[in-house]
């Protein structure tokens, strides 16, 4: 059975970082890929970042250059996803997802992802 854990979100003052872990169980990450999600209240859930089973990354434009994932390499079948520079309007939900890769690639669309964490409340505050 394949399972999801986030860990690591917490409050934080703007400009502030913050890391998060997703642990998986069930599966090995090099297969699928990983997403972190997030959702503010009254918002849509958006796509953060991706890691794809050859290990690349992506990210959505508005975190490109301030949120890093990495494999954990102290932790089997862990990623973290690395905060910097957070801003309030960052406040949210943050979910870790798996989801199969398309010709190597991973999609932003979260109907793509079937299996979720429970998810880590990131607050940023002014």
């Known amino acids: 059975q394949v399972q999801l854990v986030e860990s690591g979100g917490g409050s934080v003052q703007a400009g502030g970082s913050l890391r998060l872990s997703c642990t998986a169980s069930g599966y090995t990450y090099n297969v699928y890929c990983i997403a972190w999600f997030r959702q503010a209240p009254g918002k849509e859930r958006e796509g953060v970042a991706f890691?794809?089973?050859?290990?690349?990354?992506?990210y959505t434009d508005s975190v490109r250059s301030r949120f890093i994932l990495s494999k954990d390499n102290n932790a089997r079948n862990t990623l973290l996803l690395q905060m910097n520079s957070l801003k309030p309007e960052e406040t949210a939900m943050y979910y870790c997802?798996?989801?199969?890769?398309?010709?190597?690639?991973?999609?932003?669309?979260?109907?793509?992802?079937?299996?979720w964490g429970q998810g880590t409340q990131v607050t940023v505050s002014d």
């Open positions: 890691r794809a089973p050859d290990g690349s990354t992506t």
């Open positions: 997802a798996r989801g199969r890769a398309r010709f190597g690639y991973c999609t932003i669309l979260q109907t793509e992802y079937s299996d």
